[in-house]
């Protein structure tokens, strides 16, 4: 109860959803904690009971490490919006662009985290899939919190995986990025590719260097991995050979562009996040300048002089923008770029698959719709903005129909191995579960995937000889008994059963459709203006830039907010779709309890997606009338 109002603390947790299967009982350590969380966690334990603490301790970490993950803060928050109702936390917070602020208890207590980002969809989906475990009532939160301290320590991540995770492993994706960027994005032929590899290489090593290092080294990554490409670019033109300089330089610093801040920037204004969606897109606006020009002054310097000329003669007569154009190995070779940007964005290899489809149909859609629309629109930027929606869109709803194709497959191939729902064995059941074990199994000879994954199709065996057991009248046995690793491939599975992460194999899509590096080639041509020739007199002519910091930013401004419009309009065809078939369902079957909570739950997920979402502590009048009219609807 709590002590001032005499309402209860929380709501207490439903029962757990496991049949007959009894697991020892598993604690979290809270002394593992920081400081500031332990007192906290300590205060609330008092209060309201151990519990109520570990809840406040489990959404708080699941924030701090989405966040960490680059995960959009607008997903975030509903995840966290649906453990606070699920377990009646009274807790707040505010996700900022690096800084977090949590509170609970009206302010009782209130915790801050600085916390610095990078890509990381793994991450995104494990720490996703475990907050729904706990909301569904598959886990506890003492497992919830266990599961967590695992991933961060990269337990549940397959060894291939951690190869490419971090250095030195990881110096393998900037060349490969660097070199098919500067082809199938910039207009660079195979020799700019070579160089582009170089100064990617050149780039990773400086970023490894730097972040050795640490503290205040890594601000000097963005000037320095510039100032090393503009040197690198400008001595292989004026010694070795002529290239395409723009290609070489928006193609290596591609990696360091987070292209995809501009449309989430865009999306969280639309969505009425202003404070964050401002300050995401200044900031990363000042980051890509930043790059543009450390690459222009290591230009400078390698030249010594005449760097704006040498640019404009590169791009005049060295860059062929229709390279790729009508060549057969356009799509591989745009394959092994979002190769290249899987790996940066940390994904899961046995994943790579079902990305690359989601990144192949975003590509080909935003290409043919933009030069299906190019001839007409040669005056104005509506062929641009077109085809961004378009292809944004096609990709969003790409990757939710692969998204339910895996999910359906992972519930079916998970009851099969916890011996769940029998009544469900059907030859397409069969079917699917025979296919993602022969999966497994040449994922696992290839290196691919975890050494577990062999180890739950044993335990499964296990499983199904105890459930015989059990279901004999003659037999003694009474629950299915796990123990040592058996129990941990249990939690696996189970979390491995929650749907996956949309944004999680969406947003490496979104970030090549932008790409951050179209929003540099702007500020290259602020740099290095492209100038036309003016008669001055019978033998006199004046050289005047062409473009203006009007047009820089009028440009950028249509490519972001036409990406995010794509998003908005993906995902609310997706949810309006699912809503019908949901209706409809509903009118002509008879559903369980639980198919319409995961129904209501997929679409209240649907919506953190793109909206910003409501909650009572915003403004409880409202919210009760929006609860009422929900009531109304059902």
């Not at 020799?191 to 290489?201: P, T």
């Not at 790409?398 to 191939?413: D, E, G, H, P």
């Not at 639980?594 to 403004?619: H, V, W």
Request: negative net charge; aromatic residues 10%.
């Amino acid at each position: 109860m709590d002590p001032l109002s005499g309402e209860p603390a929380h709501q207490q947790a439903r029962p757990l959803k496991r049949k007959d299967i009894s697991l020892s009982e598993r604690r979290f350590d809270v002394d593992t904690l920081p400081a500031d969380m332990r007192r906290v966690y300590g205060q609330l334990a008092e209060k309201f009971g151990e519990e109520y603490g570990l809840l406040f301790i489990f959404t708080m970490r699941t924030a701090v490490e989405l966040h960490r993950a680059w995960h959009m803060t607008l997903l975030t928050s509903n995840i966290l919006q649906q453990i606070k109702d699920e377990f009646g936390l009274r807790m707040t917070w505010n996700l900022g662009v690096v800084r977090l602020k949590f509170r609970v208890e009206d302010g009782g207590f209130e915790l801050h985290r600085k916390v610095p980002y990078d890509y990381d969809s793994e991450y995104q989906d494990i720490y996703f899939r475990i907050a729904m475990a706990l909301i569904g009532g598959h886990i506890t939160v003492h497992e919830a919190l266990l599961y967590q301290s695992e991933a961060n320590r990269g337990v549940h991540t397959a060894g291939s995986g951690r190869f490419l995770r971090d250095f030195p492993g990881r110096l393998i994706l900037y060349p490969l990025q660097a070199s098919m960027c500067a082809i199938i994005f910039f207009g660079g032929e195979w020799n700019d590719a070579l160089v582009a590899a170089i100064c990617g290489l050149a780039a990773g090593l400086v970023e490894y260097a730097l972040s050795c290092v640490g503290g205040q080294a890594k601000v000097l990554i963005d000037v320095v991995v510039g100032i090393s490409t503009g040197v690198i670019g400008g001595l292989w033109y004026k010694y070795v050979e002529k290239c395409c300089l723009s290609a070489i330089f928006l193609g290596t610093l591609y990696w360091f562009f987070y292209g995809t801040a501009f449309v989430i920037g865009l999306l969280e204004i639309i969505a009425g996040e202003l404070e964050t969606g401002v300050t995401r897109f200044v900031a990363v606006s000042v980051k890509t300048f930043v790059l543009s020009l450390g690459a222009s002054l290591g230009l400078m310097l390698s030249l010594s002089s005449g760097a704006s000329g040498t640019w404009e003669q590169s791009e005049n007569e060295h860059c062929n923008a229709d390279f790729t154009k009508g060549q057969w190995w356009r799509i591989p070779i745009y394959l092994l770029c979002s190769v290249g940007v899987l790996g940066q964005y940390r994904l899961q290899i046995d994943r790579y698959w079902c990305a690359l489809i989601v990144q192949l149909v975003a590509y080909e859609v935003q290409y043919q719709v933009f030069n299906g629309l190019a001839q007409g629109h040669t005056l104005d930027h509506l062929d641009t903005a077109s085809s961004n929606i378009m292809g944004c869109a096609g990709g969003v709803i790409s990757a939710c129909v692969l998204s339910w194709v895996i999910n359906i497959s992972r519930k079916f191939y998970c009851a099969r191995l916890l011996q769940n729902d029998k009544s469900e064995n059907t030859r397409l059941t069969d079917f699917i579960f025979w296919f993602m074990r022969c999966s497994v199994r040449a994922n696992s000879r290839l290196g691919i995937n975890r050494k577990t994954e062999i180890q739950k199709l044993d335990m499964g065996k296990k499983l199904k000889d105890q459930h015989e057991e059990l279901n004999d009248p003659s037999h003694p046995r009474d629950h299915i008994e796990l123990q040592g690793e058996d129990e941990d491939l249990f939690l696996e599975i189970t979390v491995g059963s929650q749907d996956i992460n949309i944004w999680s194999i969406l947003m490496p899509a979104v970030y090549q459709l932008v790409p951050g590096s179209v929003i540099a080639r702007f500020w290259f041509q602020s740099i290095f203006p492209p100038t036309e020739e003016i008669e001055q007199g019978i033998e006199a002519t004046l050289k005047v830039p062409m473009v203006s910091q009007e047009s820089v930013f009028s440009n950028l401004m249509v490519i972001s907010t036409s990406l995010a419009l794509g998003l908005i309009f993906g995902f609310a065809l997706v949810q309006s779709y699912s809503f019908c078939l949901g209706r409809l369902t509903q009118f002509c079957f008879k559903e369980t309890d639980e198919s319409i909570e995961l129904r209501k739950q997929r679409q209240n997920m649907m919506e953190g997606m793109y909206t910003a979402g409501e909650s009572p502590d915003d403004d409880p009048a409202s919210c009760h009338e929006l609860s009422e009219n929900d009531d109304k609807m059902e």
